[in-house]
Structures are given as structure tokens and as C-alpha cells.
């Protein structure tokens, strides 16, 4: 009886000593945002700057905008060639996968430093624009997003789904876009969102290469405006978890609709 | 085996003729293992032809090079007169049930089997209306809605079927469809794809290693021994008459008794029988039945009951000749009450043609 009570307290405790470490500096975050740091009064000075300083907006759209690309790019990328390696070229995959896990050991620096020449041609042909990051970032999402999609190719037998496909007439896109993909769309849909929170974090390269995306503008304003950068802060990360919940409510749909 | 035509199930809106399938010279290698070594296999339209062998005999092989899911090294396929040779797989109109599940998860029943005619550009009415035919010959009219995981493997093999034959197809081809189902459901489902095949007339090859499945649902069994025809006969005739050594080791129990060839005839125990085509000559070992040998208890027999297994309706006695060879005589249960263990018996060897090996 004693043990039983013990453990359903100290599990509560446990979990509230995550939900302080973890919300701890969101509430701080928030208070911090909406005070005026002298006097101490509440505002919404900051919140509505979000909205309103034209730096703070274009920061946003930036960012929102390459996140969309990148995950584009990564999808169109990575989903048909990942597909075509499995099931064309099985000998190739350990290729891809360290290829595609590459990103990951190299230093955010060292890649900035050697694309920088490969850069200025970007910039020359297709103009300077911040979106032209989504080359870059597209790189760096490849070893998360090739996780989650490898899980989910590994989790169906892709092999005998498109074989069926193929001899019911079947041409090779057909198997891809309409037999594998749909199958292994959670894995997608957690790559790309891995692939959305990357992207809106993302700082080394673009303030390297003096692009003005969101966490660089707020690097920036913490120097001057400390609550704008405040609050930029907790609606990105507020962002990166709502869209955490979407992303598992739509695939928790999909299941229920699946084993209704 | 005989086919009955139920009545219940509403016949498939087309009968096709069927079409005959040649494959002439099949070679495929893997490293260095000869998976066909030159098959020659022709299928007649609307025939059933059941590619029997044991593991590893290349019978997977054959049917994935008439799918066009493996390429052959050599050799030619044609199906209906047309050359099939270097066509693609989503060209060659074959309709294909696999061993492992291979329904689309994403998919209802009734859209997996309608999966087929909605890349021939079918209008949607018509695609329902033929993909609920098709469950209907199957049985499973009432699960149209459901997915894959809410089936047991019986079903989703059946739904299987009904997505490959809902194309029309020129041949249907089963890779040991029912290996992975339990012996009941792996039964009654033989005997419904056998029943659904004549029903739809579409010529069918069907792999399996089960030699009493082959035997049970083939117009003609072919049996297949490391990447070759032995032999392709009517399942009776490849019982009672096998061309080869292989063929009357794998297909059924045989017992191999000391046999002298005498031209046309030979002589097996005191019985002189007709010999089958292939058989060695002089001395050697002849293949016969357990049913083909009759015992009766006899003091001066020259065999002796080591055991005798009641199997239910018949039962199984296994027997020493004098000189030291085992036999097994299968006999009525009836029959088996007068034998004792260690009694002297005598045997008889219905004269029937058998198949004399070399010793
Ligand atoms: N993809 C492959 N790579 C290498 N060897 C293969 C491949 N496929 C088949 N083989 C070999 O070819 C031979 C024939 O294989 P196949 O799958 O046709 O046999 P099977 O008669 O279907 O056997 P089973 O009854 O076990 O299914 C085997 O020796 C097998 O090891
Ligand atoms: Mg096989």
C-alpha cells in the first residue's frame, strides 16, 4: 500500500520537475516579454512589434518561407530517390545513408566557409535573397529527415507492395507516388516537421552568410530591444511545438480512419 | 479433383478464353547458382498448371521471369501468340498473388482491388461495380470497407486474388499463396482459387512445394528439380507413371525394393511386372506404393511386422524383407487387425507398371 503511494508521488514529482524545467524559462521568457524593463509595468509592446516592426516581419516571412522551401525541396529530394534506392538499387543504400548522415559531421562553419564560392555564383545567377539558404538547409535537414523516412520504408514491405503494383500496370512513378508514399507518410510528415524546426533555429549559417532570418534578427534586437527578441523567441518555439501537435493529431487521424 | 460450380456467387461479368503461355529455354543464373537451367513450359489457354519442387528448384524463378519481375539470361516468353520477352512487368497483364500480404495498407478492400482498373482509366462506376464482382466471387462482398490489417491472412489472400483477376488478366500467377495460412484455411482456400480459376476460365500457374496442394487443385503438375522440368502429366498420371527418379521420390511415399529388369517386365518380389519408359535395366530398385503392396499373415512369409500405425480409416505397416530392406504397405484398418509385431507375413505387389532405378 505504502510502496504503491510512494511511487504515485514521487511520479508526480518527477513530472513536475520536468514541467519546471521545461516551462520555467517559457514563463520567464513571457513574463520578461511583456514588461517594461524599467518600470516594471506590462505591455504588449513587444508582442505587437511582431507584427509591426517591418525588420521583425520580413524576419519572420523569411524564415517561414525557407522552412516551406526546405521541406519541399527535401521532400521531392529525398522521398523519391530514397524510394527508387530501395527498391532498385538495394546495394546503393548504405551510399545514400552516409551521404545523407554526412551533414551531420561536418561543422555548420566549415560548410559555410566552403560554399561561400559556390555562393557567389547562387547569388549571381538567381539573385541575392535570403531564400537561397534553402540549398543549404536542404543539406543540413538530410540526416534527420533520412531517419524518419528510413524508419517508415523499413516498417512496410516495400518490395512485394510494388511488385503487386507493377503487375497490375503500374509504371514506376505510379508505384511511388501512389503506392509507397502514402504508406510511409508519417515518416515523412515527422521528417519535414524535424525539418521546420531545424530551419526556424537555424543561425550559424545564416548570419555567416548576413542573411536576416528570424533567429539572427533576434540575436540582433536582444542587443537593443531585449523584449522583441524576447517574445520573437517563445513565438517561434510556441510555433515549432503547435505545429508539433498538428502534425501528431493528423497522424493520429490517419490511424483512427485506418482501424475504424 | 472434381469442380463444382456454386450457384451462390454471381459469375464474373466476363469469361475469358485464356490464353496459352510459352516459355521455351529459360537459363537464370545468381553467381554461380543455376536457378533455371533452360525450362521449357508451355501452359494451355484456360489450363491450370501447378509448378511443383522442392526448395530452392527454381519454381520462384520461373514465375517472377513470366511476370517480368526478374529478367531472364536466356530463353523466350510469349503468352497468346504475342512475345513477351523484353516487355516490362506493368505491360504483361498478369495478374499476380504473392506469399507474403501484399495488399496496400492505404487502401479499402474494395480499392486495392480496384486499384488495377482505375490505371486502365475505368470510369468509377464501373470500377466498383467490377471490383464488388469480384469480392463477391471470392466471398468477401461484405468487407468492401475495411483495410488490410482489419483481415485475417485467409481473407487478405482471397482479396488478393480478386485484385488480380479484377484486370482481366492474360495469366494469374500464385507463388505458395496459402503458405502462410494453417491447414484448415489453407485447404478451403485451395479449393476456392481452384473453383474461382475455372469459374473465370484464366490460365494459371500456381507454385507451391506442397506436393498434396499440386496434387489436389492441377489440370497438370509440373515437377521441378534444381532449375528443370522432370516431368508434366496430369496429377494421376504423374502418380501412378513417374518418368523419373526424382519425380516418384518427391511425389508421394515409395518404397524401394530389389528388382531384376527382364526387358519389357520385372521381376519384384515373386511378382513380374510391367516396367515404365526411363527405367534402368539389369538389376536396380523399383518404386512402389505403400497402397500397391498387400500383406497377409502367412507362417511361411518372408517378411516380418516391425510396426503397424493406425492412420484412421487405413493404416500404415512397415515390414522387413529377409534380406534386410524396409517396406511400407499401406491396408485397410480392417485388414491391419490380423498382423502382429514379429509375426511372418506375406507380401503381394499389385501389378502395376512401376519405375525401376538403378541400385
Ligand atoms: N535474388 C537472388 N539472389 C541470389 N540467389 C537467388 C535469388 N533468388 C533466388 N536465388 C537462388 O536461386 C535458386 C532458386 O530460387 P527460387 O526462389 O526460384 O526457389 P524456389 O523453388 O522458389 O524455392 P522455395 O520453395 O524455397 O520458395 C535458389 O538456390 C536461390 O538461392
Ligand atoms: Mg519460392
Known amino acids: 500500500m505504502i510502496g504503491a503511494w510512494v511511487w504515485r508521488v514521487s511520479r508526480w514529482l518527477l513530472l513536475l520537475a520536468f514541467a519546471a524545467f521545461f516551462l520555467l524559462p517559457l514563463v520567464a521568457l513571457l513574463d520578461f516579454s511583456t514588461t517594461i524593463p524599467r518600470t516594471g509595468e506590462r505591455t504588449g509592446a513587444a508582442w505587437q512589434s511582431l507584427l509591426e516592426d517591418p525588420q521583425m516581419t520580413q524576419a519572420i516571412k523569411t524564415s517561414l518561407l525557407l522552412a516551406l522551401f526546405t521541406v519541399i525541396g527535401m521532400v521531392v529530394l529525398l522521398v523519391p530517390t530514397m524510394i527508387w534506392v530501395k527498391l532498385r538499387v538495394p546495394r546503393a543504400s548504405r551510399?545514400?545513408?552516409?551521404?545523407?548522415?554526412?551533414?551531420?559531421?561536418?561543422?555548420?562553419?566549415?560548410?559555410?566557409?566552403?560554399?561561400?564560392?559556390?555562393?557567389?555564383?547562387?547569388?549571381?545567377?538567381?539573385?541575392?535573397?535570403?531564400?537561397?539558404?534553402?540549398?543549404?538547409?536542404?543539406?543540413?535537414?538530410?540526416?534527420?529527415?533520412?531517419?524518419?523516412?528510413?524508419?517508415?520504408?523499413?516498417?512496410?514491405?516495400?518490395?512485394?507492395?510494388?511488385?503487386?503494383?507493377?503487375?497490375?500496370?503500374?509504371?514506376?512513378?505510379?508505384?511511388?507516388?501512389?503506392?509507397?508514399?502514402?504508406?510511409?507518410?508519417?515518416?515523412?510528415?515527422?521528417?519535414?516537421?524535424?525539418?521546420?524546426?531545424?530551419?526556424?533555429?537555424?543561425?550559424?549559417?545564416s548570419s555567416l552568410l548576413n542573411y536576416e532570418t528570424l533567429p539572427v534578427v533576434i540575436v540582433l534586437l536582444s542587443k537593443s530591444d531585449a523584449p522583441q527578441s524576447m517574445a520573437a523567441s517563445l513565438a517561434s518555439i510556441l510555433f515549432a511545438a503547435a505545429l508539433l501537435v498538428v502534425l501528431s493529431f493528423l497522424d493520429r487521424r490517419r490511424r483512427t480512419t485506418v482501424r475504424k | 479433383?472434381?469442380?463444382?460450380?456454386?450457384?451462390?456467387?454471381?459469375?464474373?461479368?466476363?469469361?475469358?478464353?485464356?490464353?496459352?503461355?510459352?516459355?521455351?529455354?529459360?537459363?537464370?543464373?545468381?553467381?554461380?547458382?543455376?536457378?533455371?537451367?533452360?525450362?521449357?513450359?508451355?501452359?494451355?489457354?484456360?489450363?491450370?498448371?501447378?509448378?511443383?519442387?522442392?526448395?530452392?528448384?527454381?519454381?520462384?524463378?520461373?514465375?517472377?521471369?513470366?511476370?517480368?519481375?526478374?529478367?531472364?539470361?536466356?530463353?523466350?516468353?510469349?503468352?497468346?501468340?504475342?512475345?513477351?520477352?523484353?516487355?516490362?512487368?506493368?505491360?504483361?497483364?498478369?495478374?499476380?498473388?504473392?506469399?507474403?500480404?501484399?495488399?496496400?495498407?492505404?487502401?479499402?478492400?474494395?480499392?486495392?482491388?480496384?486499384?488495377?482498373?482505375?490505371?486502365?482509366?475505368?470510369?468509377?462506376?464501373?470500377?466498383?461495380?467490377?471490383?464488388?464482382?469480384?469480392?463477391?466471387?471470392?466471398?468477401?462482398?461484405?468487407?468492401?470497407?475495411?483495410?488490410?490489417?482489419?483481415?485475417?491472412?485467409?481473407?487478405?489472400?482471397?482479396?488478393?486474388?480478386?485484385?488480380?483477376?479484377?484486370?482481366?488478366?492474360?495469366?494469374?500467377?500464385?507463388?505458395?499463396?496459402?503458405?502462410?495460412?494453417?491447414?484448415?484455411?489453407?485447404?478451403?482456400?485451395?479449393?476456392?482459387?481452384?473453383?474461382?480459376?475455372?469459374?473465370?476460365?484464366?490460365?494459371?500457374?500456381?507454385?507451391?512445394?506442397?506436393?498434396?496442394?499440386?496434387?489436389?487443385?492441377?489440370?497438370?503438375?509440373?515437377?521441378?528439380?534444381?532449375?528443370?522440368?522432370d516431368q508434366i502429366a496430369p496429377p494421376a498420371e504423374l502418380y501412378s507413371s513417374p518418368a523419373t527418379r526424382f519425380v516418384g521420390e518427391f511425389v508421394g511415399l515409395s518404397n524401394r525394393i530389389p528388382a531384376q529388369v527382364d526387358g519389357e517386365t520385372a521381376v519384384v518380389l515373386d511378382a513380374r511386372l510391367p516396367v515404365l519408359p526411363g527405367s534402368a535395366a539389369g538389376a536396380g530398385l523399383a518404386l512402389v506404393r505403400p497402397e500397391s503392396v498387400s500383406v497377409e499373415p502367412d507362417e511361411h512369409g518372408h517378411a516380418t511386422v516391425v510396426s503397424v500405425a493406425f492412420l484412421g480409416p487405413v493404416s500404415r505397416a512397415t515390414l522387413t524383407l529377409d534380406d534386410g530392406t524396409l517396406v511400407m504397405a499401406q491396408l485397410a484398418s480392417a485388414a491391419a487387425g490380423g498382423l502382429v509385431v514379429g509375426g511372418r507375413v506375406r507380401l503381394r505387389i499389385t501389378p502395376s507398371p512401376v519405375l525401376v532405378v538403378g541400385a
Not at chain 1, 529527415?145 to 512496410?156: G, N, Q, V
Not at chain 2, 516487355?87 to 488495377?116: C, E, I, W
Not at chain 2, 482489419?150 to 505458395?176: K, N, T
Open chain 1, 95 to 205: 551510399l545514400v545513408e552516409f551521404l545523407c548522415l554526412l551533414p551531420l559531421t561536418i561543422p555548420a562553419l566549415v560548410v559555410v566557409v566552403g560554399i561561400k564560392n559556390v555562393y557567389a555564383w547562387v547569388t549571381y545567377l538567381i539573385g541575392d535573397s535570403a531564400l537561397t539558404l534553402t540549398f543549404i538547409y536542404v543539406v543540413l535537414v538530410l540526416p534527420y529527415a533520412y531517419r524518419s523516412i528510413d524508419a517508415a520504408l523499413s516498417s512496410i514491405d516495400a518490395g512485394t507492395l510494388s511488385e503487386a503494383a507493377r503487375s497490375l500496370g503500374a509504371g514506376w512513378f505510379t508505384v511511388i507516388t501512389r503506392v509507397i508514399t502514402p504508406n510511409i507518410w508519417p515518416g515523412v510528415l515527422g521528417g519535414a516537421f524535424i525539418s521546420v524546426a531545424l530551419v526556424l533555429g537555424e543561425y550559424t549559417v
Open chain 2, 1 to 229: 479433383m472434381s469442380v463444382t460450380q456454386s450457384s451462390s456467387h454471381s459469375a464474373p461479368s466476363t469469361v475469358s478464353p485464356g490464353l496459352a503461355v510459352e516459355m521455351t529455354a529459360l537459363r537464370r543464373t545468381y553467381g554461380t547458382v543455376n536457378a533455371l537451367d533452360g525450362l521449357d513450359l508451355h501452359l494451355d489457354p484456360g489450363e491450370m498448371v501447378v509448378l511443383l519442387g522442392p526448395s530452392g528448384c527454381g519454381k520462384t524463378t520461373a514465375l517472377r521471369i513470366l511476370a517480368g519481375l526478374e529478367r531472364q539470361d536466356a530463353g523466350t516468353i510469349s503468352v497468346g501468340g504475342r512475345d513477351l520477352t523484353h516487355v516490362p512487368a506493368n505491360k504483361r497483364d498478369m495478374g499476380m498473388v504473392f506469399q507474403a500480404y501484399s495488399l496496400f495498407p492505404h487502401l479499402t478492400v474494395l480499392d486495392n482491388v480496384a486499384f488495377g482498373l482505375k490505371l486502365r482509366g475505368r470510369s468509377r462506376k464501373d470500377r466498383r461495380q467490377r471490383a464488388g464482382d469480384m469480392l463477391d466471387l471470392v466471398g468477401l462482398g461484405e468487407q468492401k470497407a475495411r483495410y488490410a490489417h482489419q483481415l485475417s491472412g485467409g481473407q487478405q489472400q482471397r482479396v488478393a486474388l480478386a485484385r488480380a483477376l479484377a484486370i482481366e488478366p492474360a495469366v494469374l500467377l500464385l507463388d505458395e499463396p496459402l503458405s502462410a495460412l494453417d491447414a484448415k484455411v489453407r485447404v478451403q482456400l485451395r479449393d476456392e482459387i481452384r473453383r474461382v480459376q475455372s469459374d473465370v476460365g484464366t490460365t494459371t500457374l500456381f507454385v507451391t512445394h506442397d506436393q498434396e496442394e499440386a496434387l489436389a487443385i492441377a489440370d497438370r503438375v509440373g515437377v521441378m528439380n534444381s532449375g528443370r522440368l
